[in-house]
């Protein structure tokens, strides 16, 4: 079994500060990452993923991740957040087997962009 | 380039009434899942399938059946609704592919009200 931590439910940042959205996770096996966003009213869109390789993964809308293995992390960063970022995201992650293990999410963090 | 889509996108039901959500993807994906969004829990699998003619419970199956009889539709069925299923639903699909196919592509949602 496999399960995912977002360890703030609601992150506030100025508009062009640097933010950081913290998620560790939990897995027996090896196990692919990823980060989604959902705008409001919206489904989710993929940011980036982690499968193997580069512990430094970009993504779209200036975003990357770092994937840490001792700690168990995958966090999340962008080095300065535009209104336009306010969202939900979320931290998920599969193991091994692919599509038969489906995608289990954090609970979400709720990133506020403050002018 | 319909990717996955849901119907309806809105629904207002009474308690004990039933009906059926649509999923339908156009990528020629294996697996489909269901979940469901409420406010402080992320999403959680209802149901998924590997692939047409099979289901599998998820971590929420109770009051939900699905059926998979073509490939690239997955049925979500409510057969007497309870205010307790008065969530966002939405549907994703992905390929088999691991490590480089492994994202999910999520549809727009349904917004469910039970009342």
């Known amino acids: 079994a496999q399960s995912v931590t977002q360890l703030d439910s609601q992150v506030p940042v100025f508009e062009e500060a640097p933010v950081e959205l913290r998620c560790n996770y939990s897995?027996?096996?090896?196990?692919?990452l990823f980060w989604y966003v959902q705008y409001p009213n919206q489904g989710l869109q993929l940011l980036l993923k982690?499968?193997?390789?580069?512990?430094l993964v970009k993504g779209i809308n200036g975003f990357e991740a770092e994937f840490n293995k001792s700690q168990t992390s995958f966090h999340l960063r962008k080095p300065s957040v535009h209104i336009s970022d306010t969202a939900e995201y979320f931290c998920?992650?599969?193991?091994?087997?692919?599509?038969?293990?489906?995608?289990?999410f954090g609970k979400g963090t709720h990133l506020i962009i403050q002018p | 380039n319909a990717g996955v889509t849901q119907t309806p996108k809105f629904r207002v039901l009474k308690t004990g009434q039933s009906m059926t959500l649509l999923c339908a993807q156009d990528?020629?994906?294996?697996?489909m899942y269901w979940y469901r969004q409420d406010p402080g829990m992320g999403l959680r699998l209802i149901h998924y399938?590997?692939?047409?003619?099979?289901?599998a419970k998820g971590e929420v199956p109770d009051g939900y059946n699905v059926s998979r009889l073509k490939k690239q539709n997955f049925l979500l069925g409510l057969e007497s609704a309870a205010p307790s299923q008065t969530s966002v639903y939405f549907c994703?699909?992905?390929?088999?592919?691991?490590?480089?196919?492994?994202?999910?592509?999520f549809g727009q949602g349904t917004r469910l009200t039970v009342v």
């Open positions: 994703a699909s992905r390929w088999d592919d691991p490590p480089m196919n492994t994202e999910a592509f």
């Open positions: 897995s027996s096996v090896s196990v692919y």
């Open positions: 982690y499968l193997s390789g580069s512990t």
């Open positions: 998920a992650v599969s193991g091994p087997g692919g599509g038969a293990d489906g995608l289990t």
């Open positions: 990528m020629n994906h294996e697996y």
């Open positions: 399938s590997v692939g047409e003619g099979t289901t």
